[in-house]
């Protein structure tokens, strides 16, 4: 089966520039996840899909990042405007309910889109 | 808030030495346990999980964890490294009552020399 795929792989942009990134997740996984990894440190979630509604978007920055998920498959990612602090590699996971009550979902991530901001 | 902690940043060890790394996590409620690995130039992979059961769980390539909930801890471990181990691990623990959000922890490099 495909795996999740991201585009573009690496972008460098400057500060107060917007930039946008895309996930198509692995076919018929109803749930999309962004997750933000700055150097040195664990990816940290930004916001998490279910079909198209928005489950949780609890630690995005509202003010400059937004995300959208139409249709319920691909989704973008977006910063405008970019801030230096913003360089960092931005995953994309999706995964499929298991079974039953169990929310034990199991995450596939994609390769990251690279992000510097200079 | 949940929070995940992994005592080592970098190891450093020989091939066929053993390896473990260290993870606990903040939280007295039902969790999901996960440690994720990540090969030079490669995407995040699991490389094994907890849910329920017996605590000491198998995953691939050799690589075994186990959860003591007395010590909210999920330590990864592998009886004897190869180079190919070279990689990035991270612990993560999701809370069932919180939609299937994963909390990393920080991340252990480990360099396994040939």
């Known amino acids: 089966e495909a795996g999740v795929a991201q585009s573009p792989r690496y972008k460098i942009i400057e500060k107060r520039q917007s930039v946008a990134f895309w996930c198509n997740p692995i076919?018929?996984?109803?749930?999309l996840y962004w997750y933000q990894q700055i150097l040195g440190q664990g990816p940290k979630l930004l916001i998490q899909f279910q079909n198209n509604g928005v489950v949780d978007d609890s630690q995005l920055p509202k003010d400059r990042f937004s995300a959208e998920r139409l249709k319920g498959v691909d989704s973008t990612l977006k910063i405008q405007p970019a801030k230096l602090e913003d360089s960092a590699v931005y995953l994309c996971a999706s995964s499929s309910l298991l079974g039953g009550e169990s929310l034990s979902y199991e995450q596939y991530f994609g390769p990251g889109t690279r992000l510097t901001v200079t | 808030a949940q929070s995940v902690s992994q005592h080592n940043h970098h190891v450093i060890l020989s091939e066929a030495a053993s390896l473990e790394l260290g993870c606990n996590y903040s939280y007295g409620g039902t969790v999901n346990l996960f440690w994720y690995v990540q090969y030079p130039g490669q995407h995040l992979q699991l490389l094994l999980k907890y849910f329920s059961g017996d605590p000491l769980v198998k995953g691939i390539k050799g690589f075994e964890a186990e959860f003591i909930k007395s010590k909210f801890s999920f330590n990864l471990r592998k009886p004897s490294v190869q180079w190919s181990d070279t990689a990035e691990y991270f612990c993560?623990?999701?809370?069932?009552?919180?939609?299937?959000?994963?909390?990393f922890g920080g991340g252990t490099r480990v360099l396994v020399k040939p």
């Open positions: 993560a623990v999701n809370i069932k009552a919180a939609g299937n959000k994963l909390t």
């Open positions: 076919s018929g996984h109803a749930t």
